[in-house]
């Protein structure tokens, strides 16, 4: 039985994140054996994890002020946001200038082979890994320039050092390849693999009556993904204003949660918008909103291989995406399966008023996406992800 790890930064909720969970969850336990580490012990998927047979967790750093963190109303919440960033910048500086002492103190076992599943912090850290007889391997789930703002390298010489001490590089699209190979140059040990998405649980969870009341006028709009500025919901907020003051009625449906929560909240409030958008939050299920929904709209400015596009197709909704990385590979050329718009806010409008207000092209990607949707099948993708690792 091979030895595995998987390194990630935290298990906060996240796109790659969940692809995790769904490889953990369909990985053939009677091959491998299993330890998850994050550099720092906090996330709601800790608890995923735990809760996954056959599956061990590890952390380097712990986490502080995790409850008030969380509670917005609590005494000293601010100050402890801000302490908790400051402690996450003082592991980055440790991550980046000693990482082989780190892993040294951190890991106390050897592993057949160890996986960073993340970009960035966790790449430097598995790739300074003390343990010369493991296969090492690494995951890009994104456009490489995009990566977090606080550089992890020193320079891009210290990056490209970092990646060619991999055995292999995996990336989720054809285009986080392409920019991979146009910033580095690397070239060699380099693989294509769409995440793996549980479309069985999917579907299942899906069927699940959505409890809370929700405001429903006219076409439903949904989106899922983290509140952060990468994920346009600021944009997508400034399309809806534009498509009610033209008359065109529908209800916006935002399910996730992040730091650009205040941001939207007062956009809303600003422009009077409480009855026509909901800022859901973060739900362990957001498919049973998603099903509830007419059309899902993918509003961001970066992605590598969108999951909540994967979830949408899925469910076989009504689609409208912003040209990111993926996108594509995911939906197929525009106007086949799906409106698939230029990364702009005006773009991002015409496509969305486009399908509030013709049935014909509505009608047209619902019984398209449906051929699309079978091309994400988890028992296929999980084969070729242990191929990957075995070979």
Known sequence: MKKILFAVHTLQVGGAEKVLINLLKNINKNKYD?????????????????NIEGVKYKY???TFFKNIRQNKQAKFHKTCIKLMDILWKLYIII?????????????????????????????????????????????????????????????????IETYKKFDKIICVSKDVKNKFIQKTGIK???????????????LQKSNE??????NQNGYIVCSVGRLVKEKGFDRLLEVH???????????????????????????IKNNHLEQTVNLIGY???????????????????????????LEATI?????????????????????????????????????????????????????????????FNIDTVIKNIEKLIDE
């Not at 099903?291 to 596009?309: H, T």
């Not at 995406?321 to 806010?345: A, R, Y």
Request: proline share 2%; glycine share 4%.
């Open 315 to 375: 469910l076989e909704k009504v689609i409208v995406s912003t040209n990111c990385p993926g996108t594509e590979e995911i939906l197929g050329k525009s106007g086949e399966h799906s409106m698939i718009v230029d990364n702009n806010t005006d773009s991002l409008y015409e496509g969305l008023k486009t399908v509030l207000t013709n049935s014909n092209i509505r009608n047209k990607f619902k019984n398209n996406i449906q051929q699309r949707s079978k091309t």
């Open 241 to 267: 204003t534009k498509l009610i003051q033209n008359n065109i009625v529908h209800t916006l449906w935002i399910i996730g949660e992040g730091k650009e929560r205040k941001q939207l909240e007062k956009y």
């Open 34 to 50: 299993i330890t998850v580490l994050s550099i720092v012990n906090d996330g709601l998927y800790i608890q995923d994890i735990n």
């Open 209 to 214: 009556n959505i409890t809370e009341k929700l």
């Open 283 to 309: 739900s362990d299920n957001p498919y049973k909103y998603l099903k509830k929904a007419d059309i899902f709209v993918c509003s961001s400015r970066i992605e590598g291989l969108s999951s909540a596009l």
């Open 60 to 62: 380097i750093f712990n």
């Open 188 to 202: 060699e040990n380099l693989y294509v693999q769409v995440n793996p998405v549980n479309s069985k649980e999917i």
């Open 95 to 159: 991550i980046k200038y000693i990482p082989k002492l780190l892993y040294k103190i951190s890991i106390k076992e050897e592993y057949d082979i160890e996986i960073s599943f993340l970009e960035g912090k966790v790449s430097k850290f598995i790739a300074n890994s003390k343990n010369k007889k493991s296969k090492k391997i690494t995951w890009i789930h994104t456009d490489i320039n995009n990566v977090s703002k606080i550089n992890i390298f020193k320079n891009i010489k210290d990056e």
